[in-house]
T-cell receptor, first 116, second 117 residues
Framework: EAQVTQNPRYLITVTGKKLTVTCSQNMNHEYMSWYRQDPGLGLRQIYYSMNVEVTDKGDVPEGYKVSRKEKRNFPLILESPSPNQTSLYFC???????????????FGPGTRLTVL | AQSVTQPDIHITVSEGASLELRCNYSYGATPYLFWYVQSPGQGLQLLLKYFSGDTLVQGIKGFEAEFKRSQSSFNLRKPSVHWSDAAEYFCAVVGGNYGGSQGNLIFGKGTKLSVKP
């Protein structure tokens, strides 16, 4: 089944304790992205990756890191989480997302993160 | 900057009634437009998309949307709502290519739909 998977689905942690949220897709998509969803603010892009080893900042990148060493995986790293990073996080992937070739994004199930 | 406005935060309709969810966008070029649905505790599922061509697009679950360039709108419609349609609906436009990040979906803040029996 074609899908985007995220782990963990739920995570409660404490301020300053490094964590990684994994994202994997099995559709051979080039483009992957992370969003966070907050009440009243909708979804906002954190980081994206156009392909392996190509990543760039989205609208709200502060406090986050990403890497894209393999096409299928795009982990989100919080090196020193803070309470304002408590949110619902979504990973998404797309076959391609350029000005001349754009395909719709498929979303993972979400990871609910609480930072105490 | 690109933006998406969903004027209605919460809408309640009776089961079997028709539905229209409003979406207005601000974008300087031909937009790529989307409607996603998020059921409670679930991820986002694509309902339909508009890239070009026919301005009335059909989606899954009996939904349709009409792109009106003159009004910068992409309203979502369904002729007869089912209780299972209760969810939150997000309109989105692709940003980027004009100063933003590539492929960045600019989302509206969402409209929560409640369905009365």
């Amino acid at each position: 089944e074609a899908q985007v998977t995220q782990n963990p689905r739920y995570l409660i942690t404490v301020t300053g304790k490094k964590l990684t949220v994994t994202c994997s897709q099995n559709m051979n998509h080039e483009y992957m992205s992370w969003y966070r969803q907050d009440p009243g603010l909708g979804l906002r892009q954190i980081y994206y990756s156009m392909n392996v080893e190509v990543t760039d900042k989205g609208d709200v990148p502060e406090g986050y890191k990403v890497s894209r060493k393999e096409k299928r995986n795009f982990p989100l790293i919080l090196e020193s989480p803070s309470p304002n990073q408590t949110s619902l996080y979504f990973c998404a992937s797309s076959l391609r997302a350029t000005a001349v070739s754009y395909n719709e994004q498929f979303f993972g199930p979400g990871t609910r993160l609480t930072v105490l | 900057a690109q933006s998406v406005t969903q004027p209605d935060i919460h809408i309640t309709v009776s089961e079997g009634a028709s539905l229209e969810l409003r979406c207005n966008y601000s974008y300087g070029a031909t937009p790529y437009l989307f409607w996603y649905v998020q059921s409670p505790g679930q991820g986002l599922q694509l309902l339909l998309k508009y890239f070009s061509g026919d301005t009335l697009v059909q989606g899954i679950k009996g939904f349709e949307a009409e792109f009106k360039r003159s009004q910068s709108s992409f309203n979502l419609r369904k002729p007869s709502v089912h209780w299972s349609d209760a969810a939150e609906y997000f309109c989105a436009v692709v940003g980027g290519n004009y100063g933003g990040s590539q492929g960045n979906l600019i989302f509206g803040k969402g409209t929560k739909l409640s369905v009365k029996p």
